[in-house]
């Protein structure tokens, strides 16, 4: 069994989060760190750690994260502007709570994705 991490706290309502949205599949939660004046965590409820952990009875699942993102980035007011989705995965992609989670960023221009080497 996968170790939890805080973000299942989170989704038990354990400790406190700024959580904009929940159901039966999903949690979303502010960012404690904010890196944009957005910045949303979709997580899914069940304990996934690292993308490559999902299986295809995942699917749905992991479908539903981005329809809420979608929805989310609505509700914010950042949609049409535009925003970006991330899933860091492992140490080269400097994932560090080991429950995945899809970063929604927004609200100014972000300019490139990555540095240039
Ligand atoms: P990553 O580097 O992709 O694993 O991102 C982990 C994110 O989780 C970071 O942006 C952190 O600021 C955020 N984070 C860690 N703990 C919490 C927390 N208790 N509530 C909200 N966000 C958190």
Redesign the pocket.
């Given at each position: 069994m996968p170790e939890e991490t805080?973000?299942s706290k989170?989704i038990r309502r354990e400790?406190p989060?700024?959580i904009v949205f929940q159901d039966d599949r999903v949690t979303a939660?502010?960012?404690?760190?904010?890196?944009a004046p957005t910045?949303i965590?979709v997580i899914p409820n069940k304990l996934i750690p690292t993308a490559n952990d999902a299986t295809p009875e995942d699917e749905a699942t992991l479908g539903h994260m981005f329809i809420v993102a979608g929805e989310i980035a609505r509700k914010e007011g950042i949609a049409e502007d535009g925003y970006r989705l991330?899933?860091?995965c492992g140490e080269h992609?400097?994932?560090?709570?080991?429950h995945i989670?899809l970063?929604l960023l927004g609200g100014r221009p972000l300019g490139s994705m990555l540095k240039r080497a």
């Open positions: 805080i973000f989170i400790i989060a700024d939660f502010r960012d404690i760190a904010p890196q910045h965590l991330i899933m860091n992609g400097h994932q560090e709570v080991q989670h970063h």
